[in-house]
């Protein structure tokens, strides 16, 4: 953990040791792991992923959630005033917990703890349980918008690869009956358009747009920038 706690400008607690004998030395501080426990949770699968800097938002999200103080400010650019129960990393991404809902710490600006006030935790609030409970539900509400691709067995197979685990499922339950070439039709939850240009990208000439007629435009234009960098239209196959 100590990269997250770099990240979240923890970086004098460098990982749970210290915390249990900064517990062992100091009377006041005997509850210190429990305390993390409660406030910072690392959700393991998946950890590989990510990389990229931390959101802005993270160290004075933390800081908050460290001193139980309220937080304002914006999300997905609308006013928020929080009371900051945890922080979550899981696969590169970081969230919020406060004591009903889920929010994604990179959707944050503008973020103000309030370090002269202090609100009341629910001491029955246990973080790792409340992930668990809420995650899965969490990541199907931010999937608001659907596309329609076709596949070749190829991308039918690495589409659990790129998609959102949240869609798979569901995307792989719509699917039609293969066809004379093997491809197969699914309507796919996304999180955005931009979302599943990205992801579909990966699919490269193994999956074909074919709604809505924007993310279609999209990917003809990528595939048009493709064959310019590479000279024109090859024969090979890329093995699957």
């Given at each position: 953990m100590p990269r997250a706690l770099r990240e979240m400008g923890l970086g004098e607690v460098a990982a749970s040791a210290r915390l249990k004998a900064a517990a062992a030395l100091s009377p006041g501080a005997r509850d210190a792991p429990a305390s993390a426990a409660q406030r910072f949770h690392l959700d393991?699968?998946?950890?590989?992923?990510?990389?990229?800097?931390?959101?802005?938002?993270?160290?004075?999200?933390?800081?908050?959630?460290?001193?139980?103080?309220?937080?304002?400010?914006?999300?997905?650019?609308?006013?928020?005033?929080?009371?900051?129960?945890?922080?979550?990393?899981?696969?590169?991404?970081?969230?919020?917990?406060?004591?009903?809902?889920?929010?994604?710490?990179?959707?944050?600006?503008?973020?103000?703890?309030?370090?002269?006030?202090?609100?009341?935790?629910?001491?029955?609030?246990?973080?790792?349980?409340?992930?668990?409970?809420?995650?899965?539900?969490?990541?199907?509400?931010?999937?608001?918008?659907?596309?329609?691709?076709?596949?070749?067995?190829?991308?039918h197979r690495r589409l659990r690869v790129f998609a959102d685990p949240a869609a798979l499922d569901e995307a792989l339950a719509s699917a039609t009956e293969p066809d004379g070439q093997g491809r197969v039709t699914v309507?796919?939850?996304?999180?955005?358009?931009?979302?599943?240009?990205?992801?579909?990208?990966?699919l490269g000439p193994e999956v074909e747009v074919l709604d809505p007629p924007e993310l279609r435009a999209l990917m003809a234009g990528a595939a048009a920038r493709m064959n310019a960098l590479y000279g024109g239209p090859g024969d090979e196959d890329v093995p699957g």
């Open positions: 393991a699968p998946g950890w590989f992923a990510g990389g990229g800097p931390p959101p802005e938002a993270l160290a004075p999200l933390a800081r908050a959630v460290w001193g139980d103080h309220p937080v304002t400010g914006l999300y997905r650019g609308a006013p928020r005033t929080l009371e900051p129960y945890g922080l979550v990393l899981k696969a590169g991404v970081w969230y919020l917990a406060t004591r009903s809902a889920i929010y994604r710490v990179d959707r944050f600006s503008g973020v103000e703890a309030h370090t002269d006030r202090r609100f009341e935790r629910d001491r029955g609030f246990d973080l790792a349980a409340f992930w668990e409970e809420r995650a899965a539900e969490f990541a199907r509400s931010l999937l608001r918008t659907r596309v329609t691709v076709r596949l070749s067995p190829v991308g309507s796919l939850p996304v999180e955005s358009l931009e979302v599943a240009y990205g992801q579909l990208l990966g």
